[in-house]
């Protein structure tokens, strides 16, 4: 009968030498994995190998069942559930492969095995969509797996370094638990804080609900995305000297090989086929780049807005107003799509307010709720404290806003139409109804996308209707459809490229959303300057700026932009603008991806809760709190949503006049007193304020 010694294969004791038939079930396997040239055996350790493994697997590969937004959001729990389990069961394969004694040959087997492993999990899906998400859950799995795993095995190698490891470790457990506890009590407490007031649980209003431990306020700044490289952009080497007067001609002086311009297209005026998101307008915005080599001071036409200078191997995007404020036509709302013929009941206020029309500055920031603005937009909420003056303009800020939907979609669309779904042909956005209405109307949007185009497309009647020369004076989108920034090819929105990328958004050496505040800073100047006009007669504006640095897992782009949003503010302080302009910042929703919306009761309450601001003038504000019903300082602890904010604009761009119908639905007008979610059109499976 034949024996056979494992030895050589990793056991470390001589196996007896037995029959095959008269040996245990487990020696006998081994046997035959010898017998068969498999090295392998069959050992307890082994065997654990082996089920974690099955487990690691299985429980990965099932958290990446993909779907549309809605499915991600209903099954978050369990995804998240999921790719933790896994995190867990490879943890353990790791801890076991350091802290017992097995051979050279079964860690190298294991360790190659895990590695062979990751890169099926790769190709098998490294989707960065809803349908195919395997990029999103292999960073969730490796932002958990790594920072886990090099703890513990600091802690195994201190264990044996210090004398007394266990009792040191306990105490130090026990201090920085008392410390996160004062820490977490700390962030509890400014989790309702406002720039004057903070959310209040009054009786009979709403509040959020679940346990409410903001625990991602104790990681430190930078902390979920510095291995993702530098959040500065790296200025170009070759500084660039581009301008363009007020004729149109522009000039250049650098020190490079070769001066070329590439002329961007004016985007207003396209079809609604040429705006499709998906690469589609980018493509078309490349396709209509006109290159010319710069010989000399170059002659732009009146409808180009930028244009991009390139100087050896460096680039600078230079912005302009144009046409000029002063030689635009007269504009005639077309007679079929009218939006004044819409109004009813039209009423005035009474002798002795001031019959002036307010300007709007909007300013969209996506994804940020109100704790985000404040966690990571630290300068700018100082800035907008300062907006504060009674007497001049005053500040409210509403702390139980409440989102329509996941996503951007819902709250967009109850903001700008007025209802999630348009219930006639052809809708058009609220910028429309300032135009109607007299309003110079500019939008400048920094992710190569328009927006009329993604979430209206479909209920209009043909792909040919130009929406955005129908609404619009100024679009700034071309820039930001370069392919330095937008990749022209595959994925435009992964974690690492486009606009919704994790890294800085930079182009050509400066963030992106600096570009859209220079346009709109270049806007504000011309509209403001008149070309000699009193201010009684100069044409009353409407300004957006939609910026997305808030839209990505990590939570810490959004810092990136509080230098420069705080300077627009400081700036319009000091600039006396308030006097006549209303200013709304604002956004659709919190974050709605990354760990903390996927793991925290803390995350789902953020993500239902969007930030608003909105500083009116004195005269205005003092109009509104006049009223029998003055609704602002009441509506600041009332349950509100995107709706109130679509009233609130529809009767800014009717003032003086307004519809009696759209006040009493706007923020001007109170919200009823203990108002439920189904009172206000949140769907009660998505409502997180409850009664």
Same mark, same amino acid.
């Given at each position: 009968?034949?024996?056979?010694? /494992?030895?050589?294969?990793?056991?470390?004791?001589?196996?007896?030498?037995? @029959?095959?038939?008269?040996?245990?079930?487990?020696?006998?396997? *081994?046997?035959?994995?010898?017998?068969?040239?498999?090295?392998?055996?069959?050992?307890?350790?082994?065997?654990?190998?082996?089920?974690?493994?099955?487990?690691?697997?299985?429980? =990965?590969?099932?958290?990446?069942?993909?779907?549309?937004?809605?499915?991600?959001?209903?099954?978050?729990?369990?995804?998240?559930? #999921?790719?933790?389990?896994?995190?867990?069961?490879?943890?353990?394969?790791?801890? !076991?492969?350091?802290?017992?004694?097995?051979?050279?040959?079964?860690?190298?087997?294991?360790?190659?095995?895990?590695?062979?492993?990751?890169?099926?999990?790769?190709?098998?899906?490294?989707?960065?969509?809803?349908?195919?998400?395997?990029?999103?859950?292999?960073?969730?799995?490796?932002?958990?797996?790594?920072?886990?795993?090099? !703890?513990?095995?600091?802690?195994?190698?201190?264990?044996?370094?210090?004398?007394?490891?266990?009792?040191?470790?306990?105490? %130090?457990?026990?201090?920085?638990?008392?410390?996160?506890?004062?820490?977490?009590?700390?962030?509890?407490?400014?989790?309702?804080?406002?720039? =004057?007031?903070?959310?209040?649980?009054?009786?009979?209003?709403?509040?959020?609900?679940? #346990?409410?431990?903001?625990?991602?306020?104790?990681?430190?700044?930078?902390?979920?995305?510095?291995?993702?490289?530098?959040?500065?952009?790296?200025?170009?080497?070759?500084?660039?000297?581009?301008?363009?007067?007020?004729?149109?001609?522009?000039?250049?002086?650098?020190?490079?090989?070769?001066?070329?311009?590439?002329?961007?297209?004016?985007?207003?005026?396209?079809?609604?086929?040429?705006?499709?998101?998906?690469?589609?307008?980018?493509?078309?915005?490349?396709?209509?780049?006109?290159?010319?080599?710069?010989?000399?001071?170059?002659?732009?036409?009146?409808?180009?807005?930028?244009?991009?200078?390139?100087?050896?191997?460096?680039?600078?995007?230079?912005?302009?107003?144009?046409?000029?404020?002063?030689?635009?036509?007269?504009?005639?709302? @077309?007679?079929?799509?009218?939006?004044?013929?819409?109004? &009813?009941?039209?009423?005035?206020?009474? @002798?002795?307010?001031?019959?002036?029309?307010?300007?709007?500055?909007?300013?969209?920031?996506? %994804?940020?709720?109100?704790?985000? &603005?404040?966690?990571?937009? #630290?300068?700018?909420?100082?800035?907008?404290?300062?907006?504060?003056?009674?007497?001049?303009?005053?500040?409210?800020?509403?702390?139980?806003?409440?989102? /329509?939907?996941?996503?951007?979609?819902?709250?967009?669309?109850?903001?700008?139409?007025?209802?999630?779904?348009?219930?006639?042909?052809?809708?058009?956005?609220?910028?429309?109804?300032?135009?109607?209405?007299?309003?110079?109307? %500019?939008?400048?949007?920094?992710?190569?996308?328009?927006?009329?185009?993604?979430?209206?497309?479909?209920?209009?009647?043909?792909?040919?209707?130009?929406?955005?020369?129908?609404?619009?004076?100024?679009?700034?989108?071309?820039?930001?459809?370069? @392919?330095?920034?937008?990749?022209?090819?595959?994925?435009?929105?992964?974690?690492?490229?486009?606009?919704?990328?994790?890294?800085?958004?930079?182009?050509?050496?400066?963030?992106?959303?600096? =570009?859209?505040?220079?346009?709109?800073?270049?806007?504000?100047?011309?509209?403001?300057?008149?070309?000699?006009?009193?201010?009684?007669?100069?044409?009353?504006?409407?300004?957006?700026?939609?910026?997305?640095?808030?839209?990505?897992?990590?939570?810490?782009? /959004?810092?990136?932009?509080?230098?420069?949003?705080?300077? $627009?503010?400081?700036?319009?302080? #000091?600039?006396?603008?308030?006097?006549?302009?209303?200013?709304?910042?604002?956004?659709?929703?919190?974050?709605?991806?990354?760990?903390?919306?996927?793991?925290? *009761?803390?995350?789902?309450?953020?993500?239902?809760?969007?930030?608003?601001?909105?500083?009116?003038?004195?005269?205005?504000? *003092?109009?509104?709190?006049?009223?029998?019903?003055?609704?602002?300082?009441?509506?600041?602890?009332?349950?509100?949503?995107?709706?109130?904010?679509?009233?609130?604009?529809?009767?800014?761009?009717?003032?003086?006049?307004?519809?009696?119908?759209?006040?009493?639905?706007?923020?001007?007008?109170?919200?009823? %007193?203990?108002?439920?979610?189904?009172?206000?059109?949140?769907?009660?499976? $998505?409502?997180?304020?409850?009664?």
């Amino acid at each position: 009968m034949p024996t056979v010694s /494992l030895r050589a294969f990793g056991s470390r004791y001589e196996e007896d030498l037995l @029959p095959y038939n008269a040996a245990p079930v487990k020696k006998r396997v *081994n046997l035959a994995l010898v017998r068969l040239g498999i090295p392998l055996r069959l050992s307890a350790t082994n065997i654990l190998f082996i089920a974690l493994m099955c487990v690691w697997v299985s429980t =990965y590969i099932s958290s990446l069942k993909g779907g549309d937004l809605l499915f991600i959001n209903e099954n978050l729990g369990v995804i998240g559930a #999921k790719i933790l389990a896994s995190v867990l069961s490879l943890t353990c394969i790791i801890v !076991t492969l350091y802290t017992r004694r097995l051979s050279r040959y079964t860690r190298s087997t294991v360790v190659t095995v895990v590695l062979i492993i990751f890169v099926l999990f790769y190709f098998y899906d490294h989707g960065e969509r809803f349908e195919e998400h395997g990029f999103y859950n292999l960073l969730v799995f490796l932002l958990i797996f790594i920072p886990l795993n090099i !703890t513990i095995a600091i802690l195994h190698s201190l264990f044996f370094m210090i004398p007394n490891f266990v009792i040191l470790f306990m105490f %130090a457990i026990v201090g920085a638990s008392c410390a996160a506890t004062l820490a977490l009590n700390h962030y509890i407490s400014l989790f309702g804080e406002g720039t =004057y007031d903070r959310l209040h649980n009054y009786p009979g209003e709403c509040r959020w609900q679940g #346990k409410n431990y903001p625990i991602f306020d104790l990681l430190p700044t930078g902390a979920q995305n510095f291995w993702a490289g530098s959040m500065y952009c790296r200025p170009e080497t070759n500084k660039i000297n581009a301008s363009i007067d007020t004729n149109g001609l522009l000039t250049v002086n650098c020190s490079g090989d070769g001066i070329f311009v590439d002329i961007l297209p004016d985007t207003r005026s396209w079809p609604l086929k040429k705006k499709s998101k998906w690469q589609v307008f980018n493509h078309r915005v490349l396709e209509e780049t006109r290159r010319e080599e710069y010989v000399g001071p170059l002659q732009l036409d009146d409808n180009i807005q930028a244009v991009v200078v390139r100087c050896g191997a460096n680039s600078k995007i230079i912005t302009r107003v144009s046409p000029r404020v002063s030689t635009r036509p007269v504009y005639i709302p @077309p007679e079929d799509t009218d939006t004044r013929s819409a109004n &009813f009941s039209m009423q005035q206020p009474g @002798p002795g307010v001031p019959k002036r029309r307010p300007n709007v500055l909007f300013v969209f920031v996506d %994804a940020t709720s109100h704790r985000q &603005f404040y966690r990571r937009l #630290k300068k700018s909420a100082a800035a907008l404290k300062t907006l504060h003056r009674p007497g001049r303009s005053d500040l409210t800020e509403l702390y139980r806003y409440h989102t /329509l939907g996941v996503s951007t979609d819902n709250s967009t669309k109850a903001m700008y139409v007025g209802e999630i779904t348009p219930t006639k042909p052809n809708p058009l956005p609220i910028w429309a109804h300032f135009r109607d209405r007299g309003y110079i109307t %500019a939008r400048v949007e920094t992710s190569c996308e328009d927006w009329t185009r993604t979430y209206l497309g479909k209920y209009y009647s043909s792909s040919e209707y130009s929406v955005g020369n129908r609404s619009l004076d100024y679009e700034l989108s071309s820039p930001f459809c370069m @392919p330095e920034f937008y990749p022209s090819t595959g994925n435009a929105f992964g974690n690492f490229k486009g606009p919704f990328s994790i890294k800085a958004r930079c182009l050509y050496g400066r963030y992106v959303h600096e =570009y859209g505040f220079d346009y709109i800073d270049q806007l504000r100047h011309e509209l403001r300057s008149g070309d000699g006009l009193q201010k009684q007669q100069r044409q009353p504006y409407l300004l957006m700026l939609n910026l997305m640095e808030g839209h990505e897992g990590t939570g810490e782009v /959004l810092r990136t932009l509080d230098n420069r949003l705080s300077e $627009f503010l400081t700036d319009l302080d #000091k600039s006396g603008e308030l006097e006549d302009t209303a200013l709304f910042i604002l956004s659709d929703h919190g974050l709605h991806m990354g760990l903390n919306f996927a793991f925290l *009761n803390s995350g789902q309450i953020e993500h239902k809760n969007p930030f608003f601001a909105m500083v009116l003038p004195h005269w205005l504000r *003092n109009f509104v709190d006049n009223q029998v019903e003055a609704g602002l300082s009441v509506n600041e602890q009332r349950l509100t949503t995107p709706l109130e904010t679509h009233y609130t604009l529809k009767t800014l761009a009717s003032w003086p006049k307004f519809d009696m119908a759209d006040y009493k639905r706007s923020l001007f007008s109170p919200v009823p %007193a203990g108002r439920s979610c189904s009172d206000a059109g949140i769907g009660s499976n $998505f409502c997180m304020c409850k009664v």
